[in-house]
């Protein structure tokens, strides 16, 4: 049996920017988890930098601001960077302007409009007209019509990129809410395709790009979730501190049998709280 070392916190006082997960760690659904408004509120007061990184490409920066907002914890959309930005930073390392078929929410299709890609509407075999990669994302409003189009243009060779792997999004109750990653199991029955690009967690992109835009060494950041293979993998493979909270998909049973170490275990936020509130 593993030694797991829960609510142990040495050291994490001198993280200076902490990367917060949101679904399970922050929040389940629209409920705020205990703590988590004091946590953020402490951890400003004390001149840390608090931003949120999310897998979910369901929703943009200025949604989550407002989610954030209705349970009474203030951020802008600076503070907000998720695995839709990543996927328009990598697309634009390989053809800015790209046209995208896109399986994704009208606020991602919106989005990535806004970032200067052209979205393919339906299915076309015109070489000028085809797209230049099928994007998929957390799309909640998903339809047949959209799957059948996307696995003509996979059958057709179209390159396939992704937003985030997650099988499901987090949701009170422990229901299934099926996520990218359940889409891609069943894109791959039907095509025997796989995403050849996948920009969220783990993936250390999201905190790459962070860490050199603001400034911080990879030893000052902490990645806060409550995944193991995505939240606290992505901090791993970024080389930062990682924290992992037991509020969401993570529990001492996954523990004691992962190979995934976090550097810290807190039963929640609001231990976090408790532990940086003695500094
Ligand atoms: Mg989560």
Do not use: W
Request: aromatic share 8%; charged share 25%; glycine share 8%.
């Amino acid at each position: 049996m593993k030694d797991l070392k829960i609510n142990e916190s040495a050291g994490i006082e001198n993280v200076q920017c902490f990367l917060f997960d949101m679904d399970g760690t922050l929040y389940l659904g629209n409920d705020r988890l205990d703590g988590a408004l004091e946590l953020i509120e402490l951890l400003k007061s004390q001149g840390k930098r608090v931003l949120y990184i999310t897998n979910n490409s369901s929703k943009v920066a200025g949604e989550y601001v407002k989610k954030l907002a209705a349970m009474d914890i203030t951020a802008t959309v600076e503070d907000f960077f998720t695995s839709a930005d990543a996927i328009v930073y990598m697309l634009n390392k390989i053809k800015p302007g790209a046209k995208l078929y896109v399986v994704g929410t009208p606020g991602f299709e919106n989005f990535l409009t806004e970032k200067g890609f052209t979205l393919v509407k339906g299915y076309t075999r015109d070489p000028e007209l085809v797209p230049d990669f099928v994007v998929l994302g957390f799309d909640t409003t998903l339809t047949y019509e959209k799957l059948r189009i996307m696995c003509d243009y996979l059958v057709d060779g179209v390159k396939y990129v992704a937003t985030h792997p997650d099988m499901v999004c987090p949701a009170e109750g422990h229901r299934s809410v099926p996520d990218a990653g359940s889409f891609m199991l069943l894109i791959e029955g039907a095509t025997g395709r796989r995403p050849e690009i996948i920009a969220g967690k783990p993936n250390p992109t999201m905190i790459n790009i962070l860490c050199e835009k603001l400034g911080y060494e990879k030893q000052d950041v902490a990645v806060v979730g409550d995944r193991l293979n995505t939240d606290i993998m992505s901090g791993i493979n970024a080389g930062c501190k990682t924290v992992c909270v037991l509020t969401g998909e993570t529990d001492r049973a996954l523990l004691e049998t992962s190979s995934v170490h976090p550097d810290y275990i807190f039963d929640s936020v609001k231990d976090i709280y408790e532990a940086l509130s003695a500094h």
